[in-house]
C-alpha cells in the first residue's frame, strides 16, 4: 500500500479507525465459512459512523481499492472474505439501537446484533420476528446483505419484509436514504429492495429503519419423530397445504446425534429424523392447530409425538435445532449449504442429497427450515485430507445442481458469497446474470464493492 496514499485516509480518519498491522488484521480475513480462497487485506477500516464510511468508501474509489463490508463475520458463504490488497470495511462499531414504539420500528446501526434488536424491541412489548440461528451472534447489517431468513420465517416472512427504509452509501460515496418509518410507500421506483441481498456489491448500508410487531403470543411445540426422512418431508409437506405453523424445523439422525454428541438434550437418537413444529395461534386455535399437525405426523407414519405448552420445555427442543451447526462443525470441517426448493419437492430434494452423500462417499447431515422447503445439507470433510476435501467440494456442487434440477436455489438465505457463485448462471440463466451485471456496472462502474462476491 502507497503511504502517501494511506495518510490521506488516515488524516480525515480518527486514531484507531484505520488498521494496518497484520496480526489485528488477521481476524477480518475470514468470514465463518472459512473460505479458502481467502485473501489478505491490505488494510482494514473499523468505522464508527456514516461519515466515516463515506470517507473510506471515497478513498477507495479514488485509489481503485477494492472494498469488502464485513459486519460480524458470522456469513457461512465467503460474502465478506478478504481480498488481496483490498480495504475491509468493518462495520462492528456502529451498533446503535433506538426503537420508536409510536410507530412500531426499530432504527438500527448495521453492526447491531439481530439479537439486540429483539431485546431493544421487547421493552416495548414489539419484535422483530426474522431469527438465523446464529441470532445472538450476527449483526443486522449482515442480515440485510444476505436477505437473512431463520426459523420462524415460514409463518413470519425474512428480512426483507421487515426492512422500510435504509440509508446507504454508494460506491462513489454518496449518501442516499430510501425509504423510512412509513408503512406504505410507492413513490419511485422500489430501489431499497435492490440492496437487501445484494451482499456489498451494490452499497454499504449504514442505517436501516426495521419493522417491528407486536411481540408474539404463547406457543405450543410439537416433536415428532420419524424412522425416515422421507416420512418428515412428507409429514412437512401435508402439513403445509393446511396450515402454517410459526415454526416448522427439520433435523436428520446425523445431525440429532451429532447434538446428543455435542450438548445433550435427550433426543431420540434411533430416530431417522425429527420435525420441531410450534404453533403461536390465539385462545383455542392453537390447540386445534396442534392437534392437526399431531394428527398429520402419525399419519405419516411418526413413531412418537410430544406436544408440550411449557415454554421452558419447549425452547430446549427450538435450541436443540439452533445447536445443530456448531455441533455438527465440532466433528470436522464444514461446506454448508441452504438449498431448496419448492416445499411439496421436499422429500425429492432430501432424497437427492442423501444420493450424492453416496456417491461422493461423504456425509452430508441435514437440517432444514422444512416449512420454506429451505434445507441445510452440511458437507463434512477432513481437511488434511486432500482426497476427502475434493471429493467433498464435488458433493457440494452436486447438491446446488440437484436443487437447480427440481426447480430450486442455490441459496435460500445464506447468500451466494465466493463459494456459490459458480453455480448462478446455471441457476439464473443468461439474461437475468446480464441485467444483474447492468446494475451492479450501472451503481459500481469501477467494481470495487465486494469483487469476486456474487458474480
Known amino acids: 500500500m502507497d503511504e502517501h496514499a494511506l495518510a490521506e485516509l488516515t488524516d480525515?480518519?480518527?486514531?484507531?479507525?484505520?488498521?494496518?498491522?497484520?496480526?489485528?488484521m488477521e481476524k477480518y480475513r475470514f468470514d465463518r465459512s472459512q473460505d479458502t480462497g481467502t485473501g489478505t487485506p491490505a488494510l482494514v477500516v473499523r468505522a464508527e459512523d456514516a461519515a466515516q464510511v463515506q470517507a473510506a468508501v471515497r478513498w477507495a474509489a479514488r485509489h481503485r481499492v477494492a472494498l469488502v463490508p464485513r459486519g460480524a463475520g458470522s456469513g457461512l458463504s465467503g460474502g465478506s472474505s478478504a481480498v488481496d490488497g483490498g480495504m475491509v470495511l468493518s462495520?462492528?462499531?456502529?451498533?446503535?439501537?433506538?426503537?420508536?414504539?409510536?410507530?412500531?420500528?426499530?432504527?438500527?446501526?448495521?453492526?447491531?446484533?439481530?439479537?439486540?434488536?429483539?431485546?431493544?424491541?421487547?421493552?416495548?412489548?414489539?419484535?422483530?420476528?426474522?431469527?438465523?440461528?446464529?441470532?445472538?451472534f450476527c449483526s443486522i447489517g449482515g442480515n440485510i446483505a444476505t436477505n437473512a431468513g431463520g426459523l420462524c420465517c415460514v409463518k413470519y416472512g425474512v428480512t426483507t419484509d421487515y426492512v422500510l427504509g435504509l440509508d446507504v452509501v454508494l460506491a462513489d460515496g454518496t449518501l442516499v436514504t430510501l425509504g423510512g418509518k412509513r408503512i406504505?410507500?410507492?413513490?419511485?421506483?422500489?430501489?431499497?429492495?435492490?440492496?437487501i441481498g445484494?451482499?456489498?456489491?451494490?452499497?454499504?448500508?449504514?442505517?436501516?429503519?426495521?419493522?417491528?410487531?407486536?411481540?408474539?403470543?404463547?406457543?405450543?411445540?410439537?416433536v415428532a419423530t420419524f424412522p425416515t426422512v422421507d416420512a418428515a418431508a412428507r409429514a412437512v409437506v401435508a402439513m403445509r397445504r393446511t396450515m402454517r405453523p410459526s415454526m416448522l424445523e427439520l433435523m436428520d439422525q446425523a445431525s440429532i446425534n451429532a447434538v446428543e454428541d455435542h450438548r445433550p438434550r435427550g433426543l431420540d437418537r434411533s430416530a431417522g429424523a425429527l420435525l420441531v413444529a410450534q404453533s403461536d395461534a390465539p385462545g383455542t386455535a392453537r390447540t386445534e392447530e396442534v392437534a392437526l399437525m399431531s394428527?398429520?405426523?402419525?399419519?405419516?407414519?411418526?413413531?412418537?409425538?410430544?406436544?408440550?405448552?411449557?415454554?421452558?420445555?419447549?425452547?430446549?427442543?427450538?435450541e436443540a435445532r439452533r445447536l445443530a451447526i456448531p455441533a455438527i462443525e465440532a466433528q470436522a470441517?464444514?461446506?454448508?449449504?441452504?438449498?431448496?426448493?419448492?416445499?411439496?419437492?421436499?422429500?425429492?430434494?432430501l432424497a437427492a442429497?442423501?444420493?450424492?452423500?453416496?456417491?461422493?462417499?461423504?456425509?452430508?447431515?441435514?437440517?432444514?427450515?422444512?416449512?420454506?422447503?429451505?434445507?441445510?445439507?452440511?458437507?463434512?470433510?477432513?481437511?488434511?485430507?486432500?482426497?476427502?476435501?475434493?471429493?467433498?467440494l464435488a458433493a457440494f456442487r452436486e447438491v446446488m445442481q440437484r436443487a437447480i434440477d427440481l426447480g430450486g436455489t442455490i441459496t435460500g438465505e445464506h447468500g451466494v458469497g465466493r463459494m456459490k457463485k459458480e453455480l448462478l448462471p446455471a441457476q439464473l440463466g443468461p439474461d437475468v446474470m446480464a441485467l444483474t451485471r447492468r446494475v451492479k456496472d450501472a451503481l459500481d462502474p469501477e467494481g470495487i464493492l465486494n469483487p469476486g462476491a456474487v458474480l
Open 295 to 318: 394428527a398429520t405426523c402419525e399419519a405419516e407414519g411418526a413413531t412418537e409425538v410430544f406436544v408440550t405448552d411449557e415454554a421452558e420445555e419447549g425452547e430446549m427442543f427450538v
Open 353 to 392: 442429497i442423501g444420493e450424492v452423500a453416496a456417491a461422493y462417499d461423504v456425509r452430508i447431515p441435514v437440517i432444514a427450515h422444512a416449512g420454506d422447503g429451505n434445507t441445510h445439507p452440511i458437507v463434512m470433510y477432513d481437511p488434511t485430507d486432500a482426497e476427502s476435501e475434493k471429493r467433498a
Open 12 to 24: 480525515v480518519l480518527p486514531d484507531g479507525v484505520v488498521v494496518t498491522d497484520p496480526i489485528t
Open 198 to 222: 445484494s451482499e456489498g456489491t451494490l452499497g454499504v448500508v449504514t442505517r436501516a429503519v426495521l419493522r417491528l410487531v407486536p411481540e408474539q403470543a404463547a406457543r405450543s411445540t410439537m
Open 333 to 349: 470441517a464444514l461446506m454448508l449449504e441452504d438449498v431448496g426448493a419448492p416445499v411439496p419437492l421436499l422429500p425429492d430434494l
Open 184 to 195: 406504505k410507500d410507492v413513490a419511485g421506483l422500489s430501489l431499497m429492495k435492490l440492496f
Open 91 to 136: 462495520l462492528e462499531r456502529m451498533r446503535s439501537v433506538e426503537v420508536d414504539a409510536d410507530c412500531q420500528v426499530a432504527v438500527v446501526e448495521p453492526g447491531a446484533f439481530n439479537a439486540e434488536v429483539k431485546e431493544a424491541a421487547a421493552v416495548h412489548g414489539l419484535w422483530y420476528p426474522p431469527d438465523p440461528s446464529s441470532y445472538e
